[in-house]
């Protein structure tokens, strides 16, 4: 399918079509895809990608991919036994270039019991490696790479795909859960070792099931450090959560309005952590709290109400 029609993926937000001529690269592609169903080829997509093998002796002698976007190379060639990562990191830079009618904030997104969580951090914070591990223990994947946040109403929608763990990540995510599902590992890329963990079951089939962020969670992995969870103030959250943007300032005043009802509703805390199970059980307080009533919305930052 790759080689002829292309797969078409629903991941919820968006809709993309991929083409690929790249043979161990179908094979990655199905482990970690597999759960998808396949959207009808002649039907719209967002964005339309493919992994190709580059032509000439380079097709031979240390062979070469690229990655092409709706016809256009926006990168130089990578060896061609990075297939899959090449297809993932294409894969976010034609969405975020074609996705300009939503505001879209660099973190993971869970869900648990209705209430939805926000993991925005640079990367090296441990943000990929906790959305991993809440995602094993029971929570809703909707994006690791992307919020999706609506400009008219309270709402982010999910854009499910497997999560890019690098490095020791992939190990430790092996260890904590008898339930990840791991692709192949891709040593020697540009971020090191990279593995693809597959989203669960559930996540995939409520790909079209929106959540208000109820919790905006800062995550920074310390070696050693005993979990703990302190407080952002309103303010600081607003700040973070504006800069670790794709597109803020192109959106303008809409994306301004929609980072003020984020951190005016929702709880903003700060979690420091080296050990993944107690970071989950804290993450898990923080959800039975919000249900419970007992942490509620931050207070609201005077500048955005005039």
């Keep these: ?50 992994v190709r093998r580059v032509r000439g002796p380079r097709r031979w002698l240390r062979q070469q991919i690229e ?31 074609r996705m300009v009618h939503r505001l879209l904030l660099h973190a993971g997104v869970v869900e648990k019991d209705g209430i939805g969580i926000l993991l925005p951090a640079i990367p090296g914070s441990g943000k990929s490696t906790l959305t991993a591990a809440l995602m094993c223990r029971g929570y809703r994947l909707l994006s690791d790479e992307f919020a999706v946040v609506s400009l008219d109403r309270d709402c982010v929608s999910p854009m499910v ?21 791991l692709g192949p590992e891709f040593p020697k890329t540009r971020k ?13 089939d409520r790909r079209h099931d929106v959540v208000s ?22 303010e600081t959250a607003f700040s973070k959560l504006s800069v670790n943007s794709f597109n803020y300032e192109f959106l303008g005043s809409s994306s301004f309005d ?20 107690a970071a989950v059980s804290l993450v898990d307080e923080l959800v039975r709290s919000r249900i419970s009533g007992s942490e509620r919305g931050g207070r609201p930052v005077a500048v955005l109400t005039g």
Excluded at 162 to 171: F, R
Excluded at 213 to 233: D, M, N, R, W
Aim: hydrophobic share 45%.
């Design 67 to 97: 990655f092409v976007s709706d016809g256009e190379l926006p990168f130089e060639p990578f060896p061609a036994v990075t297939h899959l990562p090449l297809l993932e990191w294409g894969m976010n830079y034609a969405l975020t270039d």
């Design 213 to 234: 962020p109820s919790i905006v969670l800062f995550p920074k992995y310390q070696k050693g450090a005993a979990a703990s969870v302190s407080e952002v103030s309103s």
């Design 1 to 50: 399918m790759l080689a002829g029609q292309g797969v078409g993926l629903d991941l919820g937000a968006a809709r993309v079509r991929v083409f690929s001529d790249v043979s161990p690269l179908a094979r990655a592609f199905g482990q970690v895809y597999s759960d998808y169903e396949s959207v009808d080829a002649a039907s719209f997509h967002d964005v339309t990608v493919a």
């Design 161 to 181: 795909r497997p999560i890019a763990l690098k490095n020791e990540s992939i190990s430790v995510i092996r260890s904590f859960s008898d339930l990840a599902r």
């Design 192 to 204: 090191g070792t990279v593995a693809h963990l597959k989203p669960t079951p559930e996540s995939i």
């Design 258 to 277: 929609a980072v003020a009802r984020i951190v005016g509703n929702a709880t903003c805390r700060r979690i420091e952590f080296d050990d993944l199970g």
